[in-house]
Nanobody, 122 residues
Framework: QVQLVESGGGLVQAGDSLRLSCAAS????????MAWFRQAPGKEREFVAA????????YYADSVKGRFTISRDNAKNTVYLQMNSLKPEETAVYYC???????????????WGQGTQVTVSS
């Protein structure tokens, strides 16, 4: 079992940067993938980025590629999402999730954090 706790959300202005953190506890395996999703009111949960727990290979949604960076610190069991040049339409609850493979579909993920609100004002 894996427990995930997000932090770092808040209110920022358009064009600003923000770094989210996801602290993981419990057992993880080398095959696990850590990912970030976001969900705005009335919209589907959207894949943002993913990283392999071991090895560090990454995958990004086209909408954030070049602006967002996902990284991990295995010693701290923490995954980060560095978000640059934030846009108002990216206002959403951001969730950390864990799965046993690299997936972009939220339905494939077994564990979820509680979410952290990111609000980008114009």
């Amino acid at each position: 079992q894996v427990q995930l706790v997000e932090s770092g959300g808040g209110l920022v202005q358009a064009g600003d940067s923000l770094r989210l953190s996801c602290a993981a506890s419990g057992r993880t395996f080398s095959s696990y993938t850590m990912a970030w999703f976001r969900q705005a009111p009335g919209k589907e949960r959207e894949f943002v980025a993913a990283i392999r727990w071991s090895g560090g290979s990454t995958y990004y949604a086209d909408s954030v590629k070049g602006r967002f960076t996902i990284s991990r610190d295995n010693a701290k069991n923490t995954v980060y999402l560095q978000m640059n040049s934030l846009k108002p339409e990216e206002t959403a609850v951001y969730y950390c999730a864990a799965a046993r493979g690299l997936y972009t579909d939220a339905r494939a993920y077994d564990y979820w954090g509680q979410g952290t609100q990111v609000t980008v004002s114009s």
